[in-house]
């Protein structure tokens, strides 16, 4: 994600209840893979749990992406 897109994310978030919450946990995703990130080898659950939460990150984005594009086309 775009620094511009998190700026407007952040500055929509404050008051859109969803926004605010997926950003918050793309945020979580976001951390929890960089533990996975740093390691030579992952074992087979770690691989699993990697590939749920680069899914759950992109799904996250997507809907915050359809969001903006809400916002955007109201302000219009």
Do not use: P, W
């Not at 994600?1 to 500055?11: D, S």
């Not at 946990?25 to 951390?31: A, L, P, V």
Request: charged share 40%; proline share 0%.
């Amino acid at each position: 994600m775009e620094t511009a897109e998190k700026k407007r994310i952040q500055a929509i978030a404050e008051s859109h209840f969803e926004l605010r919450k997926l950003y918050k946990e793309h945020e979580e995703f976001e951390r929890l893979l960089s533990t996975y990130e740093n390691r030579r080898f992952l074992t087979a659950r770690e691989e699993q749990e990697q590939r749920r939460l680069k899914r759950s990150k992109l799904h996250g984005v997507d809907r915050m992406m359809r969001i903006l594009s809400e916002e955007q086309s109201a302000a219009a």
